[in-house]
């Protein structure tokens, strides 16, 4: 038998309790990885970093294997928006976000790429591309030309409303628009892989898998994918709307799911639920899916 690779599964926790919090709570559920908020996810602010208590979350992480930690972006961070202000409020919060995760080095940060709001997916892209631009090229000035170890996540949506990333092209086309304006190549932007919202997107994970991850490949480029945001959705196959259900009970099944966590592409990237589950759920889930998945 070869050895296997402990699997990386974990969930969304609150951030209310700081860094080492969340390394306790995720060993106390089962998990290695976990991913947190940013701050408020409808508001503004972030808390004041505690220098100590980060230094403790690195040791603790160290000693149990946590890791990489996944920061998600506020819902209010829209760069695509028609309004000068919101578009700024992204920007400065991005920016913010990715000064701060220098304190934990090697993070992922994930965004919603955004929402047109009528404008169109082209202005979409270009407005969300513009402001990539102009935060890394600020880091690059400020960093002596290195770009940050955080590694920057668009999240794959769902299409609901406006939303831009709807379909692998998009994802591509914010990609290829921001690095043709970098001066430096880098890893700095990859992708997160929702899976309810590529099923609710129309991509089919559930009866050709194989399929949807040839057309990923093909148009984004399979090492571009980061992490899975691994959920089960309320709706059906294309019903652009967005609603989470726990694993194994809505329209992808387990079946599907487990399908996902075993599949050679995705197998060693690190999973995340975001399933409607308080903590005893989500240990419920982590064991569940520790349980079916194939040689571990
Ligand atoms: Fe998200
Ligand atoms: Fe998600
Ligand atoms: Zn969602």
Redesign the pocket.
Known sequence: MKPCKTMKIGCHLSASGGYLAMGQTAVSIGANVFQFFTRNPRGGAAKPLDKGDIAAFLDFAAANGIGPILAHAPYTLNAAGAETRVREFAEEVMADDLDRLEHTPGAMYNFHPGSHVGQGAEEGINLISGMLVRILLRWLDAHGGKLPSTTILL?TMSGKGSEVGRDFAEIRAIIDATESKLPVRGNTLGVCL?TC?IWDGGYDIVNDLDGVLAEFDRIVGINRLKAI?L?DSMNVLGAHKDRHEKIGKGKIGLDALIRVVNHPKLKDLPFYL?TPCDLQGYRDEIALIKKLRSGS
């Open positions: 999240e929702d919202h945001h959920n975001e």
